[in-house]
């Protein structure tokens, strides 16, 4: 009988205890981006970068970047084309990181596809759709840069989309 009675306490503590624990993850889960930012909780603040001024880009012609630091190669294109992620009065201008997301070989854009190519074992990105993979061995699309244009035409970057090839954070 006391024996019965101690299992019975047990299990209502088990019990108990899941609640609080769920109710903990949910309020985890919960948390508004201002209130996770004022903690520090895995959010990267991303320097603001002048790449190039509207002006400057030709249609289907890339332009060598960097961002968001010297380190990371990236292009800057005008597609021609409004596309996913484009910025600038159509809607067409995209950036993206050159570094293979396999195994960081740096990459070179073709402009009868609009993809970005890898020498290393060929894994190919299509710059029409956010970076999508189209072929080869990465796991992960390729990382696109957020960019902003300013009523000058100057054209901003402000963040990235995935984690750069080689890096635990894109800020180092
Ligand atoms: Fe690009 Fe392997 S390094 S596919």
């Given amino acids: 009988m006391k024996c019965n009675r101690m299992v019975d ?62 380190d990371s190669p990236g292009v800057l294109l005008k597609l021609g084309q409004a596309v996913e992620g484009g910025v600038g009065p159509e809607g067409d201008i995209v950036a993206y990181s050159v570094l293979c997301p396999h195994k960081g070989w740096l990459m070179s854009y073709n402009a009868g596809d609009k993809t970005l190519n890898c020498p290393g074992h060929h894994s190919r990105f299509d710059c029409e759709s956010g970076g999508q993979q189209i072929w080869g061995h990465a796991t992960q699309n390729l990382p696109q840069f957020e960019l902003r244009v300013a009523d000058n035409g ?18 180092l």
């Fill in 9 to 70: 306490v047990g299990r209502r503590q088990f019990l108990r205890g899941s609640l609080v624990g769920a109710a903990g993850a949910a309020a985890a889960t919960v948390l508004p981006a201002s209130q996770a930012k004022a903690q520090g909780l895995a959010r990267v603040d991303y320097p603001s970068n002048r790449l190039a001024n509207v002006a400057d880009l030709v249609v289907n012609e890339p332009m060598d970047i960097a961002y968001p630091d010297a």
């Fill in 154 to 171: 100057d054209i901003f970057a402000e963040g990235v989309d995935e984690l750069i090839y080689g890096r635990l954070s894109n800020v």
